[in-house]
């Protein structure tokens, strides 16, 4: 008896648990901070029994537990970003931005394929039961789906793009949802949402153009009997985005688009030595401009106000940077710990932190958010603007606007941090309601992933919204037969008016004559 009830316990819990799946991951971008949430979600999933083959040009992806890497090589498409000045890649506008990624994109699709282990895997190699791809510039893998039939997850290390929505027939009306490449947050004015709507209607359209370019070089590598590859995209199973209501804005989204912000944080570790015995018992303040804007960049007339004026604050500071990229010009005060790696979630954790300067990327400010952590913004390219604008507007951050700043403003502004409780006390509020879920985020993302799998790709999630066209969607052919009823009938009202007036005037006439 025993014995039955413990099988057909076993049973039950064998029905909710997805079967130790075959996962196939190809992530051909040599973006690190891209795969600092992708390498969350893979890692967990190995953890939990199924098996990870993950293409990617990263090396640090070897590092990650379970994963089984498929190295492919990848020219760094990045380079010359890399190298601009944290002024230029200020400067550059929203739609060079939009340009750079379209553009600089265009043959990427034809890199991706180049390399042998993608050519496997299209000629059916291994059975996979899932493929996880990314949505940012590589639709051309969702041929994938189609050669090897299986379910597609589709994941954005940012918040949604617009061409993220429209896949998967999420609500994504300009009036209210700040759009990614729009920098306007919530609470639009008129000429915000003009240009929210413009720029929406804009980089969907440039997206569509996109995939067309890449249709074609997907059906090189596919075969010309690939379906559309909009079909291929609309019909992903699962669309994963890191954003959170309680840090971005409340929006709707359909059934099987989840929102996993902070799906990449761990629990922080207690600060290592060297980082705990710079601040002894002090407060401190914490610098990062993220892996792809560095300090070294700043002017130096510019640091050295920023260095300045920290050290008359004479709080320490931990300053994430390459030391021996720093001109020997400067002047670097004691209090300043300059080092280029460091255990970041650690230190913003730490209780000892005053406020962190950042460049507001999302993962960092993600952190910074977990942790309550007020920051003060130098946002230099991309999502980061409205990363800040976002954080400014929740009253947790202040904008330093770098290029014109004096030394006084820069005072002013770290003063203002420190002396007004305001910013830390909306920074603890919001890392309250951050984390106030009923799951954790990677335990969230990984029941969808399973779900999927469970039920062979859950069509069932899907929103009826994918089978429209965008005229159906927006009810204008509705539209149109409403308005031709209405024009007729007025017609016909006219011509009855008309005759009417014509009878009546025509008699009236002839009355008089007679
Ligand atoms: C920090 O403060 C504690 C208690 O106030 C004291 O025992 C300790 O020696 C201090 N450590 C340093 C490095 O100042
Ligand atoms: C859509 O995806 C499901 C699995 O999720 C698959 O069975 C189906 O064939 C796909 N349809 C198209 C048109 O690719």
Not at 74 to 98: N, Q
Not at 164 to 184: L, Q, T
Not at 399 to 409: G, P, S, V
Request: proline share 5%; glycine share 4%; charged share 20%.
């Amino acid at each position: 008896m025993k014995t039955f009830i413990t099988l057909s316990f076993l049973v039950i819990l064998g029905l909710h648990k997805a079967e130790n799946a075959k996962i196939l991951a190809v992530l051909p971008l040599p973006t690190v901070s891209h795969f600092v949430m992708f390498s969350s979600l893979l890692e967990e999933l190995a953890s939990r029994g199924h098996e990870v083959d993950v293409i990617t040009p990263l090396k640090n992806a070897q590092e990650v537990p379970g994963l089984n890497v498929i190295p492919i090589q990848m020219p760094d498409i990045y380079k010359k970003f890399k190298h601009f000045k944290l002024e230029t890649l200020r400067g550059l506008s929203a739609t060079s931005f939009v340009k750079m990624i379209f553009v600089d994109h265009l043959n990427l699709c034809e890199i991706c394929f180049a390399p042998d282990a993608m050519k496997k895997i299209r000629d059916g190699g291994p059975k996979y039961d899932l493929i996880i791809l990314e949505i940012f510039v590589t639709d051309c893998l969702f041929g994938f789906a189609h050669a090897l039939q299986a379910p597609v997850i589709s994941v954005t290390t940012s918040i949604d793009l617009p061409w993220g929505s429209s896949r998967m027939g999420n609500p994504d009306n300009p009036s209210y949802i700040a759009n990614y490449f729009a920098n306007v947050v919530p609470k639009m004015t008129l000429l915000e949402r003009l240009h929210n709507m413009i720029t929406l209607v804009q980089t969907k359209m440039t997206h569509w153009w996109f995939l067309q370019q890449q249709e074609k070089e997907a059906k090189k590598f596919f075969g010309e009997d690939l379906p559309p590859l909009n079909k291929l995209v609309a019909n992903s199973s699962l669309f994963l985005i890191n954003s959170h209501f309680s840090s971005n804005q409340a929006r709707p989204t359909v059934k099987n688009v989840i929102e996993i912000a902070g799906v990449h944080i761990k629990e922080p570790k207690t600060l290592e030595k060297v980082y705990s015995d710079f601040i002894g018992n002090s407060s401190f303040i914490y610098f990062s401009l993220g892996s792809w804007t560095s300090s070294e960049t700043i002017p130096i007339h510019k640091l050295q106000s920023i260095f300045d004026v920290l050290k008359e604050l004479k709080f320490k500071v931990i300053w994430k940077s390459d030391k021996k990229k720093l001109s020997n010009e400067l002047i670097i005060p004691k209090n300043i710990f300059i080092t280029e790696w460091v255990p970041q979630l650690d230190i913003l954790c730490h209780p000892n932190i005053l406020f962190f300067i950042t460049h507001n990327g999302l993962m960092s400010t993600q952190e910074a958010i977990h942790c309550g952590v007020p920051m003060i913004s130098i946002p230099a390219f991309s999502d980061q603007f409205i990363n800040a604008k976002t954080m400014v507007q929740k009253g947790v951050a202040l904008e330093l606007k770098i290029e014109t700043a004096t030394k006084q403003d820069i005072h002013h502004i770290l003063q203002e941090m420190i002396e007004n409780r305001k910013y830390k006390e909306n920074a603890m509020k919001l890392s309250q309601q951050f984390k106030d879920r009923p799951q954790k985020p990677l335990d969230e993302a990984i029941y969808w992933v399973e779900y999927v799998l469970r039920h062979k790709g859950a069509p069932q999630l899907k929103s009826d919204s994918i089978y429209l066209e965008w005229y159906q969607y927006h009810l204008l052919d509705v539209l149109f037969i409403i308005l031709s009823f209405i024009v007729i009938f007025l017609g016909i009202l006219y011509i009855i008016i008309r005759r009417c007036i014509h009878l009546l005037f025509g008699r009236t006439h002839k009355q008089k004559l007679l």
